[in-house]
């Protein structure tokens, strides 16, 4: 996952400190791996595994949050990966290959479900029109193959400031489309409709989405920024400070757990959830 953190080299002397920095590093990594694997991996599994059977809405309403899922699992692998060329071999063929799902996968996915949202509530008409399963896996065919389009370029990318570069300008593009439709859906809930004054139901569940969507808006925040803060850093700089990228890690992990949550706690799964 944090694949720069092992590719960029230093020309600095290597001293008792240094080398003590490296190595708290490299535990500060493989931690960000293990929680990804312990934690990421179970949760996103029973995820999948309720949206398949049947639970809460049905596979058609949350086919977005199955392909986040199933993406999820690929970034999973990802840290799994990273974590054996800490311990055993070099694996970096594989490296190279699964940070496509890290660079474009979690972020793709999630703009689609932000577009979803945007398009239920600020343009209702035009979202009932293409709401059938067979536009939901329309998009996500192509979401597919452009996650696996970008797997196979960061292949061919040999310079790790090129793999910045991608980075940085990806994430900043993916969080615009979703901050956009972020503000779009928060102004349309703080508008009350014809009729709407006085009926509590709906505006406790206008105020629940807006809450929803905050949370939403701060995890995506802090999966985003820090990367293309570091990106912008590391592209001026043109070296690695590896605290930073260890840093960006553990926000882009703990990140990820945010969707599966609130689906968990929609779907009425876990201990505080109530219908």
Not at 16 to 44: A, K, R
Not at 96 to 111: A, E
Not at 182 to 210: D, H, I, T, W, Y
Request: charged share 10%; net charge positive.
């Amino acid at each position: 996952m944090n694949n720069f953190t092992v590719n960029f080299t230093t020309t600095e002397t290597s001293t008792n400190s240094t080398t003590q920095s490296f190595e708290l590093m490299d535990s500060l990594d493989i931690c960000g791996y293990t929680i990804c694997l312990l934690f990421g991996l179970p949760t996103h599994s029973y995820v999948i595994w309720l949206i398949i059977t049947g639970t809460g809405s049905g596979v058609a309403s949350e086919f977005f949050n199955l392909n986040l899922s199933v993406c999820e699992l690929g970034i999973c692998l990802t840290g799994l990966i990273n974590a054996l060329s800490f311990s055993f071999f070099s694996l970096s063929t594989l490296q190279s290959f699964s940070l496509g799902f890290v660079i474009t996968g979690r972020p793709l996915s999630q703009c689609l479900m932000c577009v979803e949202r945007y398009l239920a509530v600020v343009h209702p008409v035009t979202f009932l029109k293409y709401k059938p399963l067979r536009y939901r896996v329309i998009c996500c065919t192509a979401a597919w193959i452009t996650i696996l389009g970008s797997c196979f370029l960061c292949l061919l990318f040999s310079d790790d400031l090129e793999l910045t570069l991608l980075l940085s300008v990806q994430f900043l593009i993916f969080l615009s489309i979703q901050l956009f439709c972020v503000v779009a859906v928060l102004r349309a809930l703080k508008q009350s409709g014809p009729g709407e004054r006085g009926r509590e139901k709906e505006n406790c569940m206008k105020r629940r989405a807006f809450c929803l969507i905050l949370i939403t808006t701060v995890s995506m925040a802090i999966m985003h920024v820090p990367y293309i803060v570091i990106g912008v850093v590391t592209i001026l700089k043109k070296q690695i400070i590896r605290a930073l990228w260890s840093i960006g890690l553990i926000c882009y992990v703990l990140a990820g757990f945010v969707q599966p949550v609130l689906y968990l706690h929609r779907a009425v799964k876990l201990p505080l959830s109530s219908k």
